[in-house]
Each structure stands twice: as structure tokens, then as C-alpha cells.
């Protein structure tokens, strides 16, 4: 499956983006989709993630209550949903897409998948 991310930008703190993650050449609904980010001179963390078969859902505490995943079947996508956005969700966005399935509250890293789309770039400036 080859996986594109789009809808990342520049917005003020305290607004919100919405990225999305377009799947082809497979049915995104049977893989699990995940998102992580990159900050300039850190490694690329997890951000959240949604697992096939169920819909079980895991996030990093850093975007509890403020990031939600949803699938759009009919676009074969992801959605990212960020609100309450702060200067330190900066960073290069990634969507991500593996097999496998992950329990309530596992946080996988990136080793965990192994399709990779290009990333967004998402600004929040104070």
C-alpha cells in the first residue's frame, strides 16, 4: 500500500488542522493506520494510532484530548484531527501502516510499521 499525507500548514496556537492520510493500492480499512511526527533535531515519535478489526484507538499523552483518528472509507483515507494546537506539536507528520494489531494503550514505534508516507509539515506559532 503506498500512503499520501496532505493537509498540513501554518496556524496560530490554539487553532486546529486536519491532516489526512490517502491510501492506494490496497484497502486501507485492513491496515492498521498511525501517525507519528518529527521535530527538528528529535527523533520521530508516536502520536496515535488506529488498529484494523476494531477500531481500537491508542495516543500519546502528549495529544490526549486534543487529537482524534478517524477512518473515511469512501476517500480510502485517515483523518487527523488536531485541536487546541500548541507550539510544540511542530513538526513533520507522518502517516504510517502495518498489519498487525495493537491492544488498548500499546504505543508502537516506528519499527512497528512498514509503509511510510511522505510528511506534512505542521507550524504552530504562539
Known amino acids: 500500500v503506498q500512503l499520501q499525507a496532505s493537509g498540513g500548514g501554518l496556524v496560530q496556537a490554539g487553532g486546529s488542522l486536519r491532516l489526512s492520510c490517502a491510501a492506494s493500492g490496497g484497502r486501507f480499512s485492513l491496515y492498521t493506520a498511525a501517525w507519528f511526527r518529527q521535530a527538528p533535531g528529535k527523533e520521530r515519535e508516536f502520536v496515535i494510532v488506529?488498529?484494523?478489526?476494531?477500531?481500537?484507538?491508542s495516543f500519546a499523552d502528549s495529544v490526549k484530548g486534543r487529537f482524534t483518528i478517524s477512518r473515511d472509507s469512501a476517500k480510502n483515507a485517515v483523518d487527523l484531527q488536531m485541536n487546541s494546537l500548541k507550539p510544540e506539536d511542530t513538526a513533520v507528520y507522518y502517516c504510517?501502516?502495518?498489519?498487525?494489531?495493537?491492544?488498548?494503550?500499546?504505543?508502537?514505534?516506528?519499527?512497528?510499521?512498514?509503509?511510510w508516507g511522505l510528511g506534512t509539515q505542521v507550524t504552530v506559532s504562539s
Open positions: 504510517a501502516a502495518t498489519r498487525r494489531r495493537f491492544s488498548t494503550g500499546f504505543s508502537p514505534n516506528r519499527d512497528d510499521f512498514g509503509y
Open positions: 488506529t488498529s484494523w478489526g476494531g477500531g481500537i484507538t
